[in-house]
């Protein structure tokens, strides 16, 4: 039997007029900004704070991923058809995929077989070019600095020395993360030290995605930290007066956007940082936006509940008052053989042993999403490799933690492979839904709230900081930025800092390399062991197995 790719199944599908899925959110034509009949922006003024208070949002982690992924997107999307088949009037609102994703490791992410968003390569791609405008936003800025430092007349005098301030590019270049600018003679500029973030996890995409509306953009744009002048003074974005202009390349990027899914509900994709290295979810507005459309919102937080949830929960929830009234965990059997020990030849091999043995990575996570005062649905994504028995074990085990844990077949049925799913999380939003509550106080002292990430979240035993680390503590008490949220940079592949460190491991230390702050994010960044800002590409990226033929069909983009 052969088995339809992605790509195939989402250019089988016939699209609807995004016009009729505006109609599902009682959206005029007239309110819709078009781009073609498949996408449209929806204007800000559709968000209703009443409404948002009023209605149900469900947040979709998972447990620590293997390299693959376990399918988060897959299981929002098919929650959403699952819950509408059931007589609920739900929308999914996630992130736009990078292109360093799409064209490395991962492909797309745009969900998978029968539960997916589509226009599919569009949404994979370019989409609406918010990615766009976010990198020229922040490129605009770094040209002004060189601008700057280059004038002999209107100066700030910057230290080219202490600029913190990046370029960005959406694309996995890892040849870009340290270079040199200014070469050539004077009128190139004047020579230092660079570099490149990927696009995702720029503090401009981390401002877009907690910002409140276009004047608040433009604050926290202004806010942005830059470096210091030679008189050791802090300069801001605001100084060299750019938050305006930056403000304009992103004037449409703010809005959300709305598609469709495979099974014509509505779907918001707005906004794309990472959850390794940036906080791992779309913006406040779409989530608002949905909210206020909605009366269920699904919205995914990326990589395991220990990156994407715990910033969802202390960053997002806490700055926008939102209130998640259950919380998905994302499991599959081969990633609790990988976290039993099996290696990546043994993923589709059933075993029991190690199914039991890597248990313990989502027992954590279950205790983790507890410590939020959520009570959790554990959604097991279906494999045509899993075993019964496999499956049964990790239902049993849940139900002994007082867990539902169900079945999830969104990728083979769409909807109807999780009206079983949407009916558990039902039942915890109407019957066990308790208040959120934060973690920590963003008025704790840094140092405070990033042991609390570690011991709590991760289990770390102790957290150490470099030389590097000190100092740069030292700097955001002078800067006066102890009450910021905490958003860790830090592998996805293990709970601690470690990437080969499997499993629930305890008695760790965790490292902090250095802290990088995002003022006008509001939130710091302590950089955990030997993570980048900047990927790379693997040895035979996904793009090599892409084509396009003469009529535009795309094929090999998953």
């Not at 609807?16 to 505006?22: D, F, G, L, M, P």
């Not at 139900?399 to 109807?416: N, T």
């Amino acid at each position: 039997m052969t088995h339809l790719s992605d790509i195939q199944i989402a250019q089988a599908k016939k699209l609807v007029h995004v016009k009729n899925i505006a109609q599902k959110l009682s959206v005029n034509e007239d309110d819709l900004e078009m781009y073609g009949k498949y996408k449209a922006k929806l204007p800000l003024s559709l968000i209703d704070d009443a409404k948002v208070d009023k209605n149900n949002l469900v947040l979709v982690t998972a447990l620590t991923p293997t390299p693959a992924g376990e399918g988060k997107t897959t299981v929002s999307i098919g929650l959403t058809e699952g819950l509408n088949k059931i007589g609920k009037q739900a929308t999914v609102v996630l992130r736009e995929p990078s292109l360093g994703p799409v064209f490395g490791i991962k492909g797309g992410a745009a969900g998978g077989g029968n539960s997916q968003v589509v226009p599919m390569e569009d949404i994979n791609l370019h989409f609406t070019g918010d990615f766009n405008a976010v990198e020229k936003a922040n490129n605009l800025l770094s040209a002004l600095i060189d601008n700057n430092i280059q004038s002999k007349t209107n100066n700030l005098n910057i230290d080219p020395r202490t600029i913190l301030w990046k370029r960005v590019i959406d694309m996995n270049d890892r040849a870009l993360r340290d270079i040199t600018i200014g070469l050539g003679g004077t009128a190139n500029g004047v020579p230092r030290q660079d570099g490149f973030n990927i696009t995702p996890a720029s503090e401009v995409m981390a401002i877009l995605c907690m910002a409140s509306d276009l004047e608040n953009l433009k604050k926290r744009l202004g806010d942005i930290f830059i470096g210091f002048t030679f008189e050791n003074k802090p300069v801001f974005a605001r100084d060299l007066k750019a938050e305006n202009a930056m403000a304009i390349l992103l004037k449409d990027a703010i809005k959300p956007n709305l598609v469709q899914t495979l099974e014509e509900n509505p779907a918001i994709i707005h906004g794309g940082p990472f959850a390794n290295i940036a906080q791992g979810t779309n913006t406040i507005i779409a989530t608002k936006m949905g909210l206020s459309l909605s009366n269920y919102v699904v919205t995914e937080a990326g990589f395991g509940a220990d990156l994407g949830a715990e910033k969802f929960l202390n960053i997002k929830s806490a700055f926008a008052k939102l209130n998640p009234k259950c919380v998905v965990l994302v499991a599959t059997i081969r990633a609790l053989r990988h976290h039993g020990g099996a290696k990546t030849v043994d993923y589709n091999t059933p075993s029991l042993e190690k199914v039991t043995k890597g248990f313990k990575n989502l027992e954590k996570h279950i205790e983790n999403i507890r410590k939020y005062n959520i009570e959790p649905v554990v959604a097991i994504n279906s494999f045509i490799s899993d075993s019964e028995d496999e499956v049964n074990f990790v239902i049993e085990k849940c139900a002994s933690l007082g867990v539902e844990a169900v079945l999830s077949e969104g990728w083979a049925k769409g909807g109807e492979g999780t009206k079983k799913l949407a009916s558990a999380v039902v039942n915890v939003v109407e019957n066990k839904a308790t208040q959120y509550t934060a973690l920590y106080d963003w008025k704790s002292p840094i140092t405070d709230k990033i042991e609390i990430i570690a011991k709590e979240i991760y289990g770390a035993k102790n957290v150490e900081y470099s030389k590097q680390a000190q100092l740069n503590l030292r700097r955001i008490d002078r800067l006066g930025f102890n009450d910021f949220a905490i958003c860790m940079a830090k592998t996805q592949k293990s709970f601690s800092d470690n990437a080969s460190l499997i499993g629930r491991p305890e008695g760790f230390t965790v490292t902090v390399r250095e802290i990088e702050i995002a003022a006008g994010a509001q939130f710091v960044i302590p950089i955990l062991g030997k993570m980048m800002r900047m990927p790379g590409l693997p040895t035979i990226p996904a793009s090599e197995g892409m084509t396009i033929d003469n009529n535009g069909v795309i094929s090999g983009l998953s």
